[in-house]
C-alpha cells in the first residue's frame, strides 16, 4: 500500500514537470490543447488510484468473507457435534462429524453445513416439520469455555479440512441406541459406535 502511494506522488511530481514542458512547448498555438494535456495527469493517477484500490477491496472482500464463511460452517459442525455427541468417544464424535459431512456431499441434503444441520422435513406422520437433528429444535445452552466445547471444535476443524480416517463411510443417518425410529428398519447398518448406531 505504501509502495503504490509512493509511486503515485513520484508520478504526480514526474507528470507536473513534463506538463511545464509541454506548456512551453504549446506556448504559441493556444490554450486549448494546453488544457488538454493539463488534464491527462489527473485522468491518469485518478484511473490508477480507482483501479488500485478497486483490486483491493475486492482482494480482501472476497477473503473476509471466505474466512467468514469457513469459521461459520466450522463453528454450526461443532454445535452438531457437542450437542449430539459431547458424552461419545472421541472416534463417536468424528463419526456424527462424518454423518454431517457426508449428507452436505449427497444431492438429497442443503449445500452447506449450516443448512444441513438446521434442515427441517415435513414428518407425515407427525404432521409437522421435524429437525433432523433434534437440538436444533430446542434452546439448548453452548458452554463455549468448556473442554467439551473445544474438543467439539477440534473434531469439526480436522473433519471440516477432511484430516481423518472416516469412521462410518457413506453413512448419512444414525439415532441413539435408547429409540428404535420407524426408518431403521429401511437403512443399511454401518456401525454401532458408542450409544449411537450408523445407517447409510
Same mark, same amino acid.
Given at each position: 500500500? #505504501? +509502495?503504490?502511494?509512493?509511486?503515485?506522488?513520484?508520478g504526480w511530481f514526474v507528470l507536473r514537470r513534463?506538463?511545464?514542458?509541454?506548456?512551453?512547448?504549446?506556448?504559441?498555438?493556444?490554450?486549448?490543447?494546453? /488544457?488538454?494535456?493539463?488534464?491527462?495527469? /489527473?485522468?491518469?493517477?485518478?484511473?490508477?488510484?480507482? /483501479?488500485?484500490?478497486?483490486?483491493?477491496?475486492?482482494?480482501?472482500?472476497?477473503q473476509i468473507d471466505a474466512g467468514k464463511l469457513?469459521?461459520? $460452517?466450522? +463453528?454450526?459442525?461443532? $454445535?452438531?457435534?457437542?450437542?449430539?455427541?459431547?458424552?461419545?468417544? #472421541?472416534?463417536?464424535?468424528?463419526?456424527?462429524a462424518e454423518v454431517t459431512m457426508n449428507r #452436505?456431499?449427497?444431492?438429497? /441434503?442443503?449445500?452447506?453445513?449450516? $443448512?444441513?444441520?438446521?434442515?427441517?422435513?415435513?414428518?407425515?406422520?407427525?404432521?409437522?416439520?421435524?429437525?433432523?437433528?433434534?437440538?436444533?429444535?430446542?434452546?439448548?445452552?453452548? $458452554?463455549?469455555?468448556?473442554?467439551?466445547?473445544?474438543?467439539?471444535?477440534?473434531?469439526?476443524?480436522?473433519?471440516?479440512?477432511?484430516?481423518?480416517?472416516?469412521?462410518?463411510?457413506?453413512? #448419512?443417518?444414525?439415532?441413539?441406541?435408547?429409540?428404535?425410529?420407524?426408518?431403521?428398519?429401511?437403512?443399511?447398518?454401518?456401525?454401532?459406535?458408542?450409544?449411537?448406531?450408523?445407517?447409510?
Open positions: 500500500m #505504501l +509502495r503504490s502511494l509512493y509511486y503515485d506522488v513520484r513534463r506538463r511545464l514542458a509541454m506548456y512551453w512547448a504549446l506556448r504559441d498555438r493556444g490554450d486549448a490543447p494546453f /488544457f488538454a494535456f493539463l488534464s491527462l495527469p /489527473f485522468v491518469a493517477v485518478g484511473l490508477i488510484v480507482y /483501479f488500485a484500490y478497486a483490486a483491493r477491496s475486492t482482494y480482501d472482500g472476497s469457513r469459521a461459520r $460452517e466450522i +463453528r454450526c459442525l461443532a $454445535e452438531n457435534i457437542y450437542f449430539e455427541a459431547r458424552g461419545e468417544t #472421541l472416534k463417536g464424535q468424528y463419526a456424527v #452436505l456431499a449427497s444431492p438429497y /441434503f442443503p449445500d452447506t453445513i449450516c $443448512e444441513v444441520v438446521h434442515d427441517t422435513r415435513w414428518d407425515r406422520s407427525r404432521r409437522q416439520l421435524v429437525a433432523h437433528f433434534s437440538w436444533t429444535a430446542l434452546k439448548l445452552r453452548l $458452554e463455549s469455555g468448556s473442554p467439551a466445547w473445544k474438543q467439539a471444535m477440534d473434531v469439526a476443524t480436522t473433519v471440516y479440512h477432511g484430516y481423518y480416517e472416516p469412521v462410518v463411510p457413506d453413512a #448419512l443417518f444414525y439415532h441413539a441406541t435408547s429409540v428404535n425410529p420407524y426408518w431403521a428398519s429401511s437403512k443399511k447398518v454401518v456401525a454401532r459406535i458408542g450409544n449411537h448406531i450408523f445407517y447409510r
